[in-house]
């Protein structure tokens, strides 16, 4: 396996950075200070340079430095096996307002989508919002497997596209009180059709990833998770073929159009499926386990995937792992730290101390963060 790096990473009107430009290395990089300093706001601006909003979904307006004109940028220099590329993003120089503002340019050149980034480099995180993800909604579970799947397959955001735009069109339909067959054909066709695909690549993942996960040391710092998917057309994939399963979910949808328009939305599809997750040693749900097992069970599920999209396409995923230290002890955090060393991926961290990344001193490229600044720490 190779590892793609980030070896320099300029932000204009980003958050709380009016201009900032950083020289990187590859491996390890700590980034520390004070809360509220703009720490997370270094791992969002690296989270723009794969398809999504960023590790806090912001709207973009929310994300351009306040009071600036003419948008953000977020350009960065990756290295890898695959060579050197320059990429930018932002909404700076866009006249388009909203979502759909932001653009995507590949040295030098426009690109057709934000898709075109992931032919050079692959991003994950882990961020304490996501401390909630067991005890959260099955949404919250639904937009982690699919960015796990995307990593792996990156056709797997289009598709997740096209799927939510045919079914806001039938949910439109469904509102508007109409009756027109042919319409509602055509959209229950292309849901079917897509539906069912991203159905079939979350249970590919999840059957990946679940072998990888059996790599983990079965009494090891992070436990092994039991992972299954809950899904009416998921739960289909292995025992009919495709074109079956698309058409019975097409007939499902024609004959709940009217069930579908008194609750005001689409009640069946692969937006109401659930990752069902176990913590494997207690035989405990995951949603049950303490705050700190929680935390353990996710690293581990990360860190499989790591290993699985270095293993699958040759080049491991950059980590952005957002206040890691907390509900890690001391063991587990130096434990965590071998593994990423060992994966060879250049992992961005954050905490609040130097000393939490102690057993990093001399590997290591530590920063400190100061409301707008960032310079190299000392003794570090």
């Known amino acids: 396996m190779t590892s793609t790096y980030i070896s320099r990473l300029t932000l204009t009107n980003f958050r709380n950075y009016s201009a900032l430009s950083l020289d990187l290395k590859p491996g390890a990089v700590v980034f520390t200070g004070e809360n509220g300093a703009g720490k997370t706001n ?31 940028t977020v350009h960065a220099l990756v290295e890898g096996e695959f060579g050197d590329a320059e990429i930018g993003t932002g909404t700076s120089g866009t006249d388009v307002p909203g979502e759909s503002g932001r653009r995507v340019r590949i040295n030098g050149a426009n690109a057709k989508s934000a898709d075109d980034m992931l032919e050079w480099l692959r991003v994950l995180w882990l961020t304490p919002a996501m401390d909630t993800l067991f005890t959260g909604s099955a949404g919250d579970r639904r937009r982690f497997l699919d960015r796990l799947v995307l990593a792996i397959d990156p056709s797997h955001g289009q598709r997740a596209l096209d799927y939510e735009k045919a079914m806001r069109g039938r949910n439109r339909l469904l509102a508007e009180e109409s009756r027109d067959r042919q319409w509602f054909e055509a959209i229950e066709t292309q849901m079917a059709e897509t539906g069912v695909a991203i159905a079939a690549a979350r249970v590919e993942m999840v059957r990946l990833l679940a072998a990888m996960i059996e790599k983990l040391p ?52 692969p937006h109401r499926s659930d990752l069902i997750v176990t913590h494997r040693p207690k035989a405990m749900p995951a949603e049950l386990c303490s705050t700190g097992e929680q935390k353990a069970l996710l690293v581990g599920i990360i860190v499989s995937h790591a290993r699985l999209c ?55 490229l530590f920063l400190t963060v100061d409301h707008g600044s960032v310079r190299p720490t000392e003794d570090a």
Do not use: N, W
């Open 218 to 269: 079965a009494s090891g710092p992070f436990p092994q998770a039991d992972i299954a998917l809950s899904g009416t057309l998921e739960s289909q994939i292995s025992q009919r073929p495709a074109v079956e399963i698309e058409e019975s979910f097409r007939r499902a949808l024609a004959e709940g159009r009217d069930r579908d328009r008194a609750a005001g939305r689409t009640l069946d599809g």
């Open 310 to 364: 270095g293993e699958m396409s040759g080049t491991v995923p950059i980590l952005l792992l957002d206040e890691i230290a907390a509900h890690l002890d001391a063991g587990r955090r130096a434990a965590l730290f071998a593994i990423l060393d060992e994966l060879g991926c250049q992992a961005f961290m954050t905490g609040t101390e130097p000393v939490l990344f102690s057993s990093l001193h001399g590997k290591a």
């Open 42 to 72: 270094l791992l969002e601006a690296i989270s723009f340079l794969t398809p999504g909003r960023g590790l806090r979904r912001a709207p973009y307006g929310d994300v351009a430095r306040e009071d600036s004109v003419g948008g953000f």
